[in-house]
């Protein structure tokens, strides 16, 4: 598996060009006083999609054919992806949190530092919950299918969330009490029900990651 780690960080020194963008991108953010929950998410995602970028270069001109020639099993393949995911979103994470809490400290000294960590606990949490989501796909379906399968999926979410408001307001649906019961949910248990779905979510990912790589004939 260390061999796949250095494979995939040589390939990401090659990205120079977009690591440059995202540089200059957060700087102009930065110089420009934009709102600092966008720069939170901003780099930890961008840092996500270069270890999507990875598994597109393994594809490229049948490239997993021979990468499974080495002694390198498919299921540790799917692991390093994962780890990868974590690693990069992870270090992206880091940065762009304590850039931001530094920005937003300096804004409002008086700031609620324990809401503060759990709003950036909750970018976390999304980040392990899309890397979940595109782990599998971008195995099953290849780079371009993926992202396509993806937005997909993602339109069909919220066409659901929009299919449901409206039936619930044509029917003269009481959704009080789920209301009620949401706005009762302290912080401190939104956020654990929140890493509980992410633990969930990346738990059938990684099964389903596995069996797609194990269906896979090359």
Same mark, same amino acid.
């Given at each position: 598996?260390?061999?796949?780690?250095?494979?995939?960080?040589?390939?990401?020194?090659?990205?120079?060009?977009?690591?440059?963008?995202?540089?200059?991108?957060?700087? =102009?953010?930065?110089?420009?006083?934009?709102?600092?929950?966008?720069?939170? +998410?901003?780099?930890?995602?961008?840092?996500?999609?270069?270890?999507?970028?990875?598994?597109?270069?393994?594809?490229?001109?049948?490239?997993?054919?021979?990468?499974?020639?080495?002694?390198?099993?498919?299921?540790?393949?799917?692991?390093?992806?994962?780890?990868?995911?974590?690693?990069?979103?992870?270090?992206?994470?880091?940065?762009?949190?304590?850039?931001? @809490?530094?920005?937003?400290?300096?804004? @409002?000294?008086?700031?609620? =530092?324990?809401?503060?960590?759990?709003?950036?606990?909750?970018?976390?949490? =999304?980040?392990?919950?899309?890397?979940?989501?595109?782990?599998?796909?971008? %195995?099953?379906?290849?780079?371009?299918?993926?992202?396509?399968?993806? !937005?997909? @999926?993602?339109?069909? %979410?919220?066409?659901?969330?929009?299919?449901?408001?409206?039936?619930?307001?044509? !029917?003269?649906?009481?959704? +009080?009490?789920?209301?009620?019961?949401?706005?009762?949910?302290?912080?401190?248990?939104?956020?654990?029900?929140?890493?509980?779905?992410?633990?969930?979510?990346?738990?059938?990912?990684?099964?389903?990651?596995?069996?797609?790589?194990?269906?896979?004939?090359?």
């Amino acid at each position: 598996m260390k061999g796949l780690f250095i494979k995939d960080i040589a390939l990401m020194k090659h990205n120079k060009r977009l690591l440059m963008i995202i540089f200059l991108t957060v700087l =102009f953010l930065l110089m420009s006083g934009m709102n600092s929950s966008f720069l939170m +998410g901003y780099m930890p995602f961008i840092c996500c999609i270069l270890t999507m970028g990875t598994i597109s270069y393994d594809e490229y001109e049948n490239g997993l054919p021979f990468l499974f020639t080495l002694p390198v099993s498919r299921k540790e393949y799917v692991k390093e992806k994962f780890l990868l995911g974590f690693l990069t979103g992870g270090a992206g994470f880091l940065v762009s949190s304590v850039v931001t @809490t530094v920005m937003q400290w300096v804004k @409002t000294p008086e700031m609620e =530092f324990l809401q503060w960590f759990l709003f950036c606990g909750c970018f976390l949490i =999304f980040l392990a919950i899309f890397l979940g989501l595109m782990i599998p796909i971008q %195995l099953k379906y290849g780079s371009d299918k993926g992202k396509i399968v993806f !937005l997909g @999926t993602f339109l069909i %979410l919220i066409a659901l969330f929009y299919l449901i408001t409206n039936i619930s307001e044509k !029917l003269s649906l009481d959704l +009080g009490g789920v209301k009620q019961f949401l706005t009762g949910i302290s912080d401190g248990q939104f956020f654990v029900g929140g890493i509980l779905l992410a633990v969930v979510v990346l738990g059938i990912s990684y099964y389903v990651s596995i069996c797609n790589m194990e269906k896979k004939e090359f």
